[in-house]
């Protein structure tokens, strides 16, 4: 029989949290800032259509990240889909199937196959040994996902794609503020895409970006994220609607002016936890490499059933008990999701670290609206229930 114990409080352990502690709760910068923005857009009745915040937010984003286009877009989704288009990718494209789904989506959408290669189990990344595999005469692409901002290897996904003659592109969805070898992502590849949906560290409500250093290409994404206009009256390309509206640049701008102190927060969490759970059989938690840039926005804790005693999924089912609301990531792979499960029933088989991270990982809230304190009572309740496991699991 299953033991379905859920309150820890009742079997001596710490007290459930009163309120829940979500993941991902939005970073808000200097909000009379943002309010000021908000009412000069509208005294100036700009509101969409690359206004004044808009082109603002582009050329900051280019300057802070080094590259020499960035096109900003609603949201990091039709990003990805207008760059494979604008890239004139084809055919089947590598991606790792350890992604949130609409990595594979943006592909799937516009009737280009999605190929799921499998990751390495210390960087979470594709594993670049496993995407030579997969090349077929079909492939036209490769996309990198930088899972937890950190870096899916570019270079030597460059020198892949070159071998082979394959387009390259990153989902960088996560990896905002990131470098690779002092570099800042963003100008690798032909194309790196960034999200500023209001989950990620820094954010405009919804938005995104393209950057690229390829001005053919920044061309091409220009006009098909705006219906292919290419003039007033003159339309060269099928195209789309990715606009970013001036709200949300405005909301981009103002986050932009808080992201060191975004950045600095998040360290400061991400080593409370590090201090909080550390030493505790079978809860691992993933580290960042302290000596590049990183944004520190995903706490990532692999539970080794064999070693702590419990599964990750129970794991999880006692903690959101607490309000402590973790999430299981990425799960359960983007291949064990429709249509890619029918597409491609077998998948698995060739991916058994993806399917082994999926069942093991979690992610714990972070960001400015979690406080020290709260980390503090977060670690002592997993380690409470790491210590008591054998009563708590699911038997
Ligand atoms: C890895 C990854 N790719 C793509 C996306 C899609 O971004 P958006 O919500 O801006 O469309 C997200 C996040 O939501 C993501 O985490």
Redesign the pocket.
């Known amino acids: 029989m299953k033991n379905v114990v859920t309150d820890l409080a009742s079997q001596g352990g710490p007290p459930a949290f009163t309120e829940k502690l979500h993941v991902g709760r939005p970073n808000i910068g200097d909000r009379e800032q943002l309010m000021a923005r908000i009412s000069d857009m509208l005294d100036r009745r700009w509101l969409s259509n690359n206004g004044p915040y808009v082109q603002e937010f582009e050329q900051k984003l280019a300057d802070y990240l080094g590259v020499k286009h960035c096109i900003a877009m609603c949201?990091?989704?039709?990003a990805?889909e207008i760059v494979a288009r604008a890239a004139g990718v084809t055919g089947e494209v590598i991606v790792p199937s350890f992604?949130?789904v609409?990595?594979a989506h943006a592909l799937q959408w516009q009737e280009i196959t999605p190929i799921f290669a499998d990751i390495d189990p210390n960087t979470h990344n594709l594993d670049p040994e496993q995407i030579e595999k997969f090349i077929t005469p079909r492939t036209t692409a490769i996309i990198g996902?930088h899972?937890w901002g950190t870096p899916c290897v570019p270079d030597v996904l460059e020198q892949i794609a070159a071998k082979h003659n394959l387009k390259l592109m990153f989902?960088a969805?996560?990896a905002f503020g990131c470098s690779h070898n002092g570099q800042m992502l963003g100008g690798f590849g032909d194309a790196e895409v960034f999200?500023?949906?209001a989950?990620?560290f820094m954010n405009s409500f919804?938005?995104?970006a393209v950057t690229t250093n390829d001005d053919a290409l920044a061309a091409r994404i220009r006009y098909m994220k705006n219906f292919g206009f290419a003039g007033y009256d003159q339309v060269d390309y099928v195209g789309t609607n990715g606009k970013m509206t001036e709200v949300a640049a405005a909301m981009g701008l103002t986050s932009l002016e808080s992201l060191d102190h975004f950045i600095a927060t998040n360290f400061e969490n991400y080593k409370a936890y590090q201090a909080g759970l550390a030493d505790i059989p079978g809860i691992s938690m993933f580290s960042y490499d302290e000596n590049e840039k990183r944004n520190y926005q995903y706490i990532v804790v692999e539970v080794d059933e064999a070693q702590a005693g419990i599964s990750r999924n129970r794991l999880v089912e006692l903690l959101h008990a607490e309000n402590i609301l973790a999430r299981r990531y990425f799960y359960p792979g983007v291949h064990r999701m429709e249509p890619y499960a029918s597409l491609f029933p077998h998948a698995g088989m060739l991916l058994p670290n993806t399917q082994k991270l999926s069942e093991q990982t979690m992610i714990l809230p972070t960001g400015t609206a979690v406080n020290p304190t709260d980390i503090a009572q977060v670690c002592q309740v997993i380690r409470f229930i790491a210590a008591n496991a054998a009563a708590l699991s699911a038997a």
């Not at 949201?75 to 039709?78: D, H, P, S």
């Open positions: 949201n990091a989704t039709i990805l992604t949130f609409a990595t996902v899972v989902d969805a996560h999200s500023f949906h989950t990620k919804e938005g995104g």
